[in-house]
């Protein structure tokens, strides 16, 4: 049985007439950047984010971008981000020569750990990019509670975490001061090639952002500040316009198989419940775990964009699900601060023990939606079969 990582084909398949719809409306309109069908979009995501405003950008990575430009960071500001994130979360501070100051994560959740934040503010600090990582919101509250009081700006990156909701219902990406999203297909929520979301509550920034993200001209062509090209193509608006409304069911299906994959793993004795961070002879596989989760209400506390175990010989149990024709990735092989661009940093292996395990440990395995529970069941049955050679 093939189990491939991600295959967005069903997905197309099951909405086809409307998709091919909304593109020829396109077409139709030869009016291809921003416009109409952009700025539909995004009141379309204002009422389902709940938030008062969102643009329409050209990647998850220019969002982040473009809310660093837009808070004016500078050379020689300090911006605090996870050690164990996607690269884009560091990357864009450094583009703009400021520094990255990284933190631990949370041993369960993945997510950057409040208390490191703390330990690392000083009178450089100027922002702290929490990541929802994987999909489950970072511990925001606390995170806002240091910002106050360092009188910090909060920049969520929400790439994977599209309708995930914290732990009082509120949507990832409208708690902090601004919120950054991806379109990338392999997102919950993907376009038909780049693009991103950027939130925020604040007029003020609003206005910043909505300026920047057309090269700063205002008007067009006189320019007071200095911005880039961070806009949206219409076609990317339309295929969002016509996905949108599915997201939820998607985001149920990807919720469903995550608590299957926790039963079954379980069943299997290779793990005793989800959210353990020690291996042992109980607990082979270590499971991710929803933190917020509760039966009785149906919140997406977490909403999978990535299934994580993490598992001691994670390389080679990943040759053998290769070989099985079962599809994995390791989310991410290497925390920022052993990479080799951020040397100049002058960290060292150990730095940051729990980001370093993760790297090491984890390994997504196939959650998308559209698998069948006989895919779920053989994935779990050739990991237990890995464990028992
Ligand atoms: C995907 C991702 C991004 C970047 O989004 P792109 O649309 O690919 O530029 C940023 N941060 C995180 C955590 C991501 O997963």
New binding site residues.
């Given amino acids: 049985m093939k189990v491939p990582l991600l295959d967005l084909k069903p997905q197309y398949k099951s909405i086809k007439k409307e998709l091919d719809e909304a593109i020829l409306r396109v077409s139709e309109s030869q009016q291809f950047i921003l416009g109409n069908e952009v700025s539909k979009m995004e009141e379309e995501f204002e009422n389902y984010l709940n938030c008062k405003h969102a643009y329409g950008v050209s990647?998850?990575?220019?969002a982040?971008l473009l809310a660093l430009m837009a808070i004016d960071i500078k050379p020689e500001d300090e911006v605090i981000v996870p050690t164990y994130?996607?690269f884009?979360?560091a990357g864009v501070v450094a583009r703009l020569f400021a520094k990255p100051i990284f933190v631990d994560n949370d041993p369960i959740t993945f997510n950057i750990d409040p208390q490191d934040v703390k330990k690392k503010i000083t009178s450089k600090t100027k922002a702290i990019i929490p990541?929802h990582?994987f999909g489950q919101s970072a511990e925001m509250n606390e995170i806002m509670k240091l910002a106050e009081e360092y009188n910090l700006i909060v920049i969520e990156?929400a790439?994977?975490a599209i309708g995930t909701q914290y732990k009082d219902g509120r949507f990832v990406g409208t708690i902090g001061h601004i919120g950054c999203f991806?379109?990338?297909p392999s997102?919950n929520l993907g376009c038909f090639g780049?693009?991103?979301l950027i939130t925020t509550n604040d007029d003020k920034l609003a206005e910043i952002i909505r300026i920047k993200r057309v090269h700063g001209g205002e008007p067009k062509y006189y320019h007071k500040v200095i911005g880039g090209n961070f806009r949206l193509d219409a076609l990317q608006a339309a295929v969002l316009r016509v996905k949108l409304p599915y997201l939820q069911s998607w985001t149920d299906k990807r919720k469903y198989n995550a608590n299957l994959y926790n039963k079954l793993f379980i069943e299997a004795g290779l793990a005793e419940e989800p959210g353990r961070i020690k291996f042992d002879a109980n607990n082979k596989v270590l499971l991710p775990k929803a933190i917020y989760e509760n039966i009785q209400d149906l919140k997406n506390y977490h909403i999978y964009n990535q299934y994580i175990i993490r598992v001691e010989k994670r390389d080679e149990l990943r040759e053998f699900l290769t070989k099985n024709e079962i599809g994995t990735e390791i989310y991410y092989p290497v925390p920022f601060h052993l990479q080799e661009c951020f040397a100049y940093l002058n960290h060292k292996k150990g730095d940051f023990p729990i980001s370093e395990f993760s790297a090491d440990t984890s390994l997504a395995i196939p959650i998308y939606p559209e698998l069948t529970e006989e895919q779920i069941s053989y994935v779990v049955q050739k990991i237990k079969e890995f464990f028992n050679q």
């Fill in positions: 990647s998850g990575t220019d982040l994130s996607f884009a979360t990541v990582l990156d790439a994977q991806s379109f990338f997102k780049d693009g991103g």
